[in-house]
């Protein structure tokens, strides 16, 4: 059985405190295999009835990249109009994606009528489908922090529009937009607390004692 020390579990914690959402990113192009060395890792996480549910699309084509960024910004838009006064002002202020700059794009699918796994676990929560990919991009998260690499996901986007610009299967359900790419900073504290958008808050806040 493989056994972890002391030291590797504090490194493993200023891992998760040092992964960040990354909007901000150099030029540097990213190593040959980099993006599919972060996908065979995110393929060892578990997922119900081991479906295997995550679907990859890497997206190189400049078309496509310039349709989702257009797509970022419409939605961006009518994000914005949901606010009004000082947060509305502030939200203006906030970088909320790094599409523009990151020399990776990734997008990442939950495949609904795949039947590997046969099922099993989904009859009465089939949303464990979506959730196994979540923690599929988890452990890619995590992977590309212990590499330098920064990855940052941009929820500010159309699925629909993600399907047709991307050309996927019906049955895939949209899950995430990944930019991938070297950081222009580190930090270990969220940009958005940064920015005084929202604060992080401590464990106890959470959790309920029954």
């Known amino acids: ?80 109009n949901c606010y009004s006064g000082e947060r509305a002002a502030r939200y203006a202020t906030l970088k909320l994606s790094g599409l523009e700059q990151a020399p990776g794009h990734l997008a990442v699918f939950a495949d609904k009528a795949s039947d590997i796994g ?36 941009v929820s500010i986007l159309n699925p629909a529009r993600m399907h047709a610009i991307l050309e996927v299967p019906d049955s895939w359900k949209f899950i995430a937009y990944l930019c991938i790419g070297y950081p222009e900073a580190e930090c270990d504290q969220p940009e958005l607390e940064q920015a005084k958008w929202e604060r992080r808050r401590d464990a106890g806040e959470f959790t309920l004692r029954r």
């Open 118 to 153: 046969h099922g099993l676990g989904r009859a009465t929560m089939p949303e464990t489908t979506e959730y196994s990919v979540v923690a599929a991009i988890t452990a890619m998260w995590l992977a590309a922090r212990a590499e330098g690499i920064g990855l940052g996901w």
């Open 1 to 80: 059985m493989v056994e972890f020390d002391d030291t590797f579990r504090r490194q493993l914690r200023e891992l998760f405190v040092w992964r960040r959402d990354v909007r901000r990113f150099r030029s540097t192009p990213l190593p040959d295999g980099a993006i599919d060395r972060l996908i065979e890792t995110a393929c060892l996480s578990p997922s119900v009835g081991l479906s295997q549910p995550w679907r990859f699309v890497t997206v190189d084509d400049t078309a496509r990249r310039v349709a989702v960024i257009d797509d970022f910004k419409a939605c961006n838009a009518d994000a914005l």
